[in-house]
């Protein structure tokens, strides 16, 4: 029941996402169909599963759909959105499939999840910086691991 409610409510984004470009001029594709990106896709669903016990941020997760009247993803700022490591032609987040995009975007949808605000720049911002700071961490457990190791040989 709850993976078919998760699947509902994407579909709500994905129309919600949609329809605030129905009307827009222009070159829209990327912005309209932003929701359907691979990463976007994935990492929506792992954190809908990664909320299961906790209802409340679950349903702010789900309620990114409600913000009608406007882009939901944002996908503006997502296009703005990167990190200094990041090479000149990265295009924002959201555009690529790779871990990495991913990653961020899990921080991304759990962030927004904590206070059910919608997506922002400056929580675009908070999010890219988070995912590389557990990476950071990650790295160093990793490092000390083969010190450790190392010193026993």
Known sequence: MALETAGREFVRLVEAQRKAFENAP???????????NYAVLTSWALVAGLLQ???TRLQRHFDLAN???RDPMNATAL????HKTD???YRGVGQRTDPKERGRLVELFLLQAEN???ITSSLIDVAIKQ???KQAVLE????????????RN
């Open 131 to 133: 995912y590389h700071a």
């Open 53 to 55: 016990n906790n209802p």
């Open 26 to 36: 222009g070159r829209t594709g990327d912005s309209q169909e932003k929701a359907l």
């Open 67 to 69: 913000r009608t009247g």
């Open 140 to 151: 160093v457990q990793k490092a000390k691991t083969e010190l450790s190791n190392n010193g």
């Open 87 to 89: 090479p000149p032609n």
């Open 116 to 118: 059910g605000g919608g």
């Open 79 to 82: 296009a703005k959105g990167r």
